[in-house]
C-alpha cells in the first residue's frame, strides 16, 4: 500500500515552486530583444499563462484517472504505448529536469553574483544543487517541509515586490494599452519564439502529476494542486513582469549579445530592484531571488528521480539507479540527476539549452493533453474530475503549441533536432532493453 506523506499544501507548493523559477527572472532579457512594446511583452506572458492553464485543466483530468508516480512517462504508456512513455521519461530522466535545474543554478549563480562580484556563478550553482539533493536524498519528509517553507517565502516576497513596484508606480512613463505595432510585433516568428522562453518560464504546472502515488487523497488533491496552482502563478507572472518593466529602463533589462557573457541571462530582478529600492535594496532583492531559484531547484530535484526511478527499475542493466535507501528516497536516482545537471552547468550554453528543453517539453506535453482525447475515446468519460470546457480545452493547447513547435524548428534548427535526437535515443534504448528481455526468457 502506497504511504502518501504529500498532501494539498505541498502539491501546491510543489507546482508553484517549479513554475516560479528560471524563466521569470531571466526571461524578459530575451524578449526585449524582438519586442519593445509593452503590450505586447505582457500578451506574451497572458497567453502563455493561458496555454498552462489549459494544459492543467488537462493533466488535471489524466493524472486523477491515472494517478501513479511517473508524469509522461505513466501517462503516454497507458494511453499510447510503452515505447512512447519510456522515451518521454528517458527525456526526463536525462535532461528534462536535469537541465531546468542547471538553469536554475545558473540564473541564481547570476543573481548571486550580481549582489556580491566575488562569487563565482558556476560554483555558486554547483554548492546549491549538491546541498539540497543530499537534503532529500537523506529524508523526503525534511525535503517536502524544506519545500513548503522556501515557496511560501517565495510568494510572499514575490507579492511585497510587485506591491512596492505599483506603489513605486510607472516611472519610465511606459504605455500598456495597444499600440500601432502591436499587431506586427505579435504576427511575427519572434513572438512565437519568445513563447517558448514564456513556455519554458510557466512549464512545471504539472510537477504534482510526477508524484501522484505520494499525494494524500489524489482524485480530489491532484487536480485541485495543479489548477490551483497555475492560476496563481499566472496572476505573479502577470504582475511582476508589468512592475520590471514599469520600474526599469528597457534597454538595462536587455541581455548582451556581445563579448564573453553574451546570451547569458540578465538579472532583470535586480535592475528594477535598484530602480525601485535603490542599489542597497536592489542587492537585498537580490539575495531574496537567489532564495527563490533555491526553491525551484528543489522542486525539481523531488519530481525528477519519481520519473528516474518506475523507468529504469524496468532496464536490467539500469535498475540499480531504481534503489531506494531504508527511508524509501530514491537516493541513487537523485544522485544520477545531481551529476547530469553539473554536468550540463559546467558545459552548456543558457540560451541554447532553454531552446532544447523548451521544444522537448512542449512535444511530449502536447502528445499527453492529446492523450485525454484518446482515453475518453478508449474508456468514455471519467467519473470524477472532468476537464474544463472539453473538448475546447485540448484542442486550442495542441493546436497552440504545434504552432510554437513549428516556428520554433524553422527559426532554431539545431536545438529542435537535438531534441528530437535526443527522443529517439529514448525509443532506440526501449526495444534494445525490450530484445535483451526476450533473450533472457528465450533461453
Not at 535532461?95 to 560554483?123: C, D, E, K, M, Q
Request: hydrophobic share 50%.
Amino acid at each position: 500500500m502506497l504511504h502518501r506523506k504529500i498532501d494539498f499544501s505541498a502539491a501546491v507548493s510543489l507546482v508553484v515552486a517549479n513554475m516560479v523559477g528560471t524563466g521569470v527572472f531571466t526571461g524578459l532579457g530575451f524578449q526585449l530583444l524582438s519586442h519593445t512594446q509593452a503590450f505586447t511583452i505582457m500578451a506574451l506572458w497572458f497567453i502563455g499563462g493561458i496555454m498552462a492553464l489549459l494544459g492543467a485543466v488537462c493533466y488535471a483530468e489524466l493524472a486523477t484517472r491515472l494517478p501513479q508516480d511517473g508524469g509522461e512517462y505513466h501517462f503516454l504508456s497507458k494511453v499510447y504505448h510503452p515505447a512512447l512513455g519510456f522515451m518521454a521519461g528517458f527525456v526526463s530522466a536525462t535532461v528534462g529536469f536535469s537541465a531546468p535545474i542547471a538553469l536554475a543554478a545558473a540564473s541564481l549563480g547570476t543573481y548571486a553574483h550580481g549582489v556580491f562580484n566575488s562569487i563565482n556563478p558556476v560554483w555558486m550553482g554547483t554548492v546549491v544543487i549538491m546541498g539540497i539533493a543530499a537534503i532529500h536524498a537523506t529524508n523526503l519528509s525534511a525535503g517536502v517541509k524544506f519545500q513548503k517553507i522556501f515557496t511560501l517565502i517565495k510568494v510572499t516576497l514575490i507579492v511585497v515586490f510587485v506591491a512596492a513596484g505599483i506603489f513605486h508606480g510607472n516611472t519610465q512613463g511606459i504605455s500598456f494599452s495597444y499600440g500601432d505595432t502591436s499587431a506586427a510585433e505579435i504576427m511575427t516568428a519572434g513572438f512565437a519564439i519568445n513563447l517558448v522562453y514564456v513556455s519554458y518560464a510557466y512549464s512545471g504546472w504539472n510537477a504534482s502529476a510526477y508524484l501522484a502515488g505520494e499525494i494524500q487523497q489524489p482524485e480530489k488533491n491532484l487536480n485541485r494542486s495543479i489548477i490551483w496552482g497555475t492560476l496563481l502563478v499566472m496572476l505573479l507572472y502577470v504582475m511582476l513582469n508589468a512592475v520590471f518593466i514599469a520600474s526599469a529602463p528597457m534597454q538595462e533589462m536587455i541581455v548582451d549579445t556581445q563579448g564573453a557573457q553574451a546570451f547569458q541571462p540578465k538579472d532583470v530582478g535586480i535592475v528594477s530592484a535598484r530602480y525601485i529600492f535603490g542599489n542597497w535594496g536592489g542587492k537585498v532583492m537580490g539575495g531574496v531571488i537567489c532564495l527563490l531559484l533555491i526553491s525551484t531547484i528543489s522542486a525539481m530535484i523531488i519530481a525528477g528521480p519519481r520519473v528516474i526511478q518506475p523507468m529504469f527499475g524496468k532496464i536490467p542493466a539500469l535498475n540499480q539507479l531504481a534503489s531506494t535507501n531504508s527511508k524509501g528516497n530514491p537516493v541513487a536516482a537523485i544522485l544520477f540527476q545531481t551529476i547530469l545537471a553539473l554536468i550540463i552547468l559546467w558545459t552548456a550554453a543558457f540560451d541554447s539549452i532553454m531552446q532544447y528543453i523548451g521544444f522537448t517539453l512542449t512535444l511530449f506535453t502536447t502528445l499527453t493533453v492529446a492523450g485525454v482525447i484518446i482515453y475518453r475515446i478508449k474508456h468514455g468519460k471519467p467519473e470524477g474530475y472532468k476537464a474544463l470546457a472539453y473538448p475546447l480545452s485540448p484542442i486550442l493547447f495542441i493546436a497552440a503549441n504545434l504552432g510554437v513547435c513549428y516556428f520554433q524548428i524553422t527559426d532554431k534548427t539545431t536545438e529542435s533536432i537535438i531534441g528530437l535526437a535526443t527522443a529517439l535515443a529514448g525509443v532506440m534504448l526501449y526495444f534494445i532493453s525490450t530484445d535483451r528481455k526476450k533473450s533472457q526468457i528465450d533461453h
